[in-house]
Antibody, heavy 122, light 109 residues
Framework: EVQLVESGGGLIQPGGSLRLSCAAS????????MSWVRQAPGKGLEWVSV???????YYADSVKGRFTISRDNSKNTLYLQMNSLRAEDTAVYYCARFRLQLWLRSGWFDPWGQGTLVTVSS | SSELTQDPAVSVALGQTVRITCQGDSLRSYYASWYQQKPGQAPVLVIY???NRPSGIPDRFSGSSSGNTASLTITGAQAEDEADYYCNSRDSSGNHRGVFGGGTKLTVL
């Protein structure tokens, strides 16, 4: 079964750091594109970051320079290192596999993890 | 533009057909994917590509696209379809970023 399980969320003070983990089973993280998507309380989905199978990484402007996406191939796990956290980073963070088929002009997220809540507050 | 626009709320009578739309410049060159999210749950993919349903998604869900508008149609809406629906596309500016619509709350009456 293809599955993603996030962990690492919690309460953190503004300016602090946190690392989220996303353990994958049923497929190989390093052979796929992997993303983080977040959802602030009561709000919509916001794309955060992607790492391609080749290692290229891309970020939303709102987190660029503060967040780093990475993976550990030996653990089949995706990470999101979050530094200089702000109140507006408070959200449920989801990891998801991103499938991209440019020749079909298509991309989609499947599966998704259950999410982990990050609360930035003093 | 990297924005996708959705109506905040739509309602449909039980058993009737409803269309949820998503507008954005990137949709002229890239198909939208659609996600269903129920309260307290993670999003679930319901439509991707030109009009593809993942395994387990009922065939009452379908997708279409014209110009800068993508549509998700539910033919014969059921009570369990009441949820938030989000469209997603790739930023057409070539910066490899993704973008989501603001979401549509579907109420089944």
């Amino acid at each position: 079964e293809v599955q993603l399980v996030e962990s690492g969320g919690g309460l953190i003070q503004p300016g602090g750091s946190l690392r989220l983990s996303c353990a994958a089973s049923g497929f190989t993280v390093s052979s796929n594109y992997m993303s983080w998507v977040r959802q602030a309380p009561g709000k919509g989905l916001e794309w955060v970051s992607v790492i391609y199978s080749g290692g290229s990484t891309y970020y939303a402007d709102s987190v660029k320079g503060r967040f780093t996406i990475s993976r550990d191939n030996s653990k089949n796990t995706l990470y999101l290192q979050m530094n200089s956290l702000r109140a507006e980073d408070t959200a449920v963070y989801y990891c998801a596999r991103f499938r991209l088929q440019l020749w079909l002009r298509s991309g989609w997220f499947d599966p998704w993890g259950q999410g982990t809540l990050v609360t930035v507050s003093s | 533009s990297s924005e996708l626009t959705q109506d905040p709320a739509v309602s449909v009578a039980l058993g009737q057909t409803v269309r949820i739309t998503c507008q954005g410049d990137s949709l002229r060159s890239y198909y939208a994917s659609w996600y269903q999210q129920k309260p307290g749950q993670a999003p679930v993919l319901v439509i991707y590509g030109k009009n593809n349903r993942p395994s387990g998604i009922p065939d009452r869900f379908s997708g279409s696209s014209s110009g800068n508008t993508a549509s998700l149609t539910i033919t014969g809406a059921q009570a369990e379809d009441e949820a938030d629906y989000y469209c997603n596309s790739r930023d057409s500016s070539g910066n490899h970023r993704g973008v989501f619509g603001g979401g549509t709350k579907l109420t089944v009456l």
